[in-house]
C-alpha cells in the first residue's frame, strides 16, 4: 500500500475521503485500479509464498493469518441466520454472537463476546458447508480487508467492526457505474482475494495445460462441456470454488464473459 499520498499518487491510486453529510470524516480509502490490486496481491504472495506465483499449491488460510498477518481469529456464530460471513476489528470492541442451533424468532439470545483489535472473525457457517473454496474466499477476503482497510475506518467510532454479508461476495460486485465507499472497499477486497488464490500468471499456466495449447488464446474462448470439466479441474489446484475460477478466467480474458451466467451468483 502506498505510504503516504505522494506515493498513492504516483502509482496512479487516488485517495478518496468520503464525508458524512455535516461534514464529519467518516472513511478513507484508496481508489486501486484491477492492476493495482493484482501488483498488490502479488507483492504479498512474493513475500509469503513466491511459487505460488507460478504454480498453484494448497493453502492453509490459517496458515497465512498466523504468519503474515499474526492477528487473532475464531469462529463464531455471527448472526443466528448466518447473514453475515466474516468480520474484521479494525478497534477493540465487543460483537454478540450466538449459540449453536440459535433461532431467529427472537427466543435465543447472543452473548456478548470481546473482540480485539485486528481480530478476524468467521462465521461457523462457512467452515460447516464442506466447500474449502467458499472457506478459503471469506477468509482471504477479511485477511485483505486488514492488508488494505486498516486505515479505512480510522475516523469511525472506536469499536467499529466491519462485518461482511453473503452479497459482499457476489460476482458483479465492483460493476455498478456508480458505487458506494464500501461497496468499493468489498470490491477491492474480492479482487484481491481473487489475484492472491489465482495469481494470474498461474492461473494462465494451468489454462496452457490443461487445454494443451502452446500460447494463450489472442481473444476469449467460449465456454464448452470440455472447457467447464477444465474450470472445475482448476479450480480444485487452487483451492478455490468452480464459479470463482470461472470468474477469474474471464477477468483475464481467457473465457467468453457471459454476464447473464455469473453476475448475480456469489464467488462460491
Not at 86 to 103: C, E, S
Request: proline share 4%.
Amino acid at each position: 500500500m502506498a505510504k503516504n499520498y505522494r506515493d498513492a499518487r504516483e502509482q496512479g491510486i487516488i485517495l478518496q475521503l468520503i464525508k458524512k453529510i455535516g461534514g464529519s470524516e467518516v472513511l478513507i480509502y484508496y481508489k486501486y485500479s484491477q492492476e493495482n490490486i493484482e501488483q498488490k496481491a502479488e507483492g504479498v504472495l512474493r513475500e509469503f509464498d513466491a511459487e505460488r506465483l507460478e504454480l498453484p499449491k494448497t493453502l492453509d488460510v490459517y496458515d497465512f493469518i498466523e504468519q503474515y498477518l499474526d492477528v487473532p481469529y475464531d469462529w463464531k456464530n455471527l448472526t443466528p441466520d448466518q447473514s453475515l460471513l466474516g468480520l474484521t476489528a479494525f478497534n477493540d470492541g465487543y460483537w454478540w454472537v450466538w449459540p449453536d442451533g440459535a433461532k431467529t424468532d427472537g427466543s435465543t439470545l447472543p452473548e456478548k463476546l470481546v473482540v480485539p483489535k485486528n481480530t478476524i472473525l468467521i462465521d461457523n457457517s462457512v467452515v460447516n458447508c464442506q466447500s474449502k473454496g467458499r472457506e478459503n474466499f471469506t477468509v482471504i477476503h477479511e485477511c485483505f480487508h486488514q492488508i488494505l482497510h486498516r486505515k479505512s475506518f480510522s475516523r469511525g467510532k472506536v469499536d467499529y467492526m466491519h462485518s461482511c454479508a453473503k452479497k459482499d461476495f457476489y460476482a458483479n460486485v465492483g460493476k455498478k457505474k456508480t458505487m458506494t465507499a464500501i461497496e468499493i472497499i468489498e470490491w477491492q477486497a474480492n479482487a484481491s482475494t481473487a489475484a492472491f488464490l489465482m495469481p494470474r500468471q498461474a492461473v494462465r499456466n494451468v489454462f496452457l495445460e490443461k487445454l494443451e495449447l502452446s500460447t494463450l488464446p489472442t481473444t476469449p474462448i467460449p465456454l464448452t462441456f470440455h472447457i467447464n470439466a477444465k474450470i472445475y479441474e482448476m479450480a480444485d489446484l487452487f483451492n478455490s470454488s468452480y464459479i470463482a475460477m470461472k470468474y477469474r478466467l474471464c477477468g483475464l480474458n481467457l473465457l467468453q464473459n457471459r454476464v447473464y451466467d455469473i453476475d448475480d451468483i456469489d464467488l462460491f
